[in-house]
């Protein structure tokens, strides 16, 4: 949520609805949660999961909690659980539910260099605004989350936007990690993600579009 005087990111509102209820048509029931960090910004706004195991009692969100820091960029886990009209948020305070790249894995940036109009376009000097790197897909499939979004790279001085995807345990193990990017550092060809809808068996589609000048 963003304040409506000075505009600034304060929150992220949750909003559990009653299914049963929802589908009789009733009157949309629902338990309410805000959640606030002093490092809470809008590249961080929680992001729940798209559930496929219809069974599982847990409900699990992502956040893109720090894309540079000492060196590596961490998502962070929260969860809502318990009985329909009695659910709990959980946040793991004190110490938090963090997923982090492999050692070897480069961190980003959450924002572009300006925050503002970022990616070009063929025959024009307007560029389009690509927003920040906060999850785009989050889904849950046999036991693990599975979610994509879009990070600023190199750090400290991003030319370009690229692609970055994880598939982690409920616990926080990663389980892979990957990027599509583009190989010259120097390139200025942002990807935007559009989504990965995952299958029974843990097969996966990213979809994304590639926007070179050249080709825009």
């Not at 009789?24 to 338990?31: D, E, W």
């Not at 492999?102 to 970022?118: A, K, L, Q, R, V």
């Not at 036991?143 to 190199?154: E, N, Q, V």
């Amino acid at each position: 949520m963003f304040d409506k005087t000075n505009f600034l990111f304060f929150s992220s509102d949750i909003w559990a609805f009653n299914k049963t209820n929802l589908y009789a048509g009733g009157s949309g029931q629902f338990t309410f949660f805000r959640y606030t960090n002093l490092n809470l910004a809008e590249a961080s706004a929680l992001v729940p999961a798209v559930n496929y195991d219809p069974t599982y009692p847990t409900n699990f969100l992502v956040a893109n909690w720090n894309g540079n820091s000492r060196g590596f960029g961490f998502l962070r886990i929260f969860s809502i659980s318990g009985p329909v009209g009695a659910e709990v948020f959980t946040d793991y305070d004190p110490s938090g539910l963090f997923v982090s790249g492999d050692p070897g894995s480069p961190p980003w940036e959450s924002f572009s260099p300006t925050g503002e109009n970022f990616a070009p376009q063929q025959g024009t000097t307007n560029k389009i605004f690509i927003g920040d790197s906060r999850m785009q897909n989050v889904i849950y499939r046999n036991g693990t989350l599975w979610c994509a979004h879009h990070i600023f790279l190199p750090t400290n001085t991003p030319t370009r936007c690229s692609v970055q995807w994880w598939a982690f345990t409920t616990g926080g193990t990663l389980l892979q990690r990957g990027r599509v990017t583009t190989p010259a550092e120097g390139n200025f060809t942002p990807i935007q993600h559009r989504g990965e809808p995952v299958r029974r068996r843990a097969r996966w589609l990213l979809a994304l579009r590639r926007q070179p000048v050249s080709q825009r």
